[in-house]
């Protein structure tokens, strides 16, 4: 049976979680709210300020969307408690960044800056010039418009110039020598 789906989900304190019929979850907390409506085949039950995932039958099919579900519900409890972030690392010579309003500005080497707007529910905060945080209570959206960010200017393998996230490890390649 799935190890990560038969785990329990404690619902911490002043968070609610609301389960409506075609498995419609929703999860409030002091950061925000977050809503997702889940695989239906799945059974979500409350008892006693625990969410417990279980499977109808073990077909290989429920066996993938069992872990899945689990999971999903966790992430949104996580986020509506403490949020996610992911931090994001320019590097390269004249590479910056800045913020303007709710707009991130992006100086990369092309001609011209590159502008990208904060989604709904998505906070940048920039720490010095090169270090961009992303931040919400999404997992999901965070994941995502941070490799959006990323791919503006993916880091290159020869300098190490271009936007990295800041546990990423980029490996390096040795450049051309010339002839003797």
Known sequence: MSRIGRMPI???AGVTV???????????????TLERVLPAEMDIKM????????R??????????HGLTRTLINNM?????????????VNGVGYR??????KLVLSLGYSHPVEMEDPEGIETVLDGQNIIIVKGISKEKVGQYAAE??????????????????DEVIRRKVGKTGKK
């Open 97 to 102: 960044a800045q913020k303007q309003g709710k």
């Open 47 to 54: 008892e006693n300020n625990e969410i417990i995932v279980s």
């Open 10 to 12: 404690a619902v911490p």
């Open 77 to 89: 409890v996580v986020g509506v408690t403490e949020g996610y972030e992911k931090k994001l690392e």
């Open 56 to 65: 109808p039958n073990d077909l290989k099919k429920m066996k993938s969307l």
């Open 149 to 166: 960010i990323r791919a503006k200017r993916a880091p290159e393998p020869y300098k190490g110039k271009g936007i990295k996230y800041a």
């Open 18 to 32: 609301d389960i409506a019929e075609n498995n419609k979850v929703t999860v409030k907390g002091p950061k925000g």
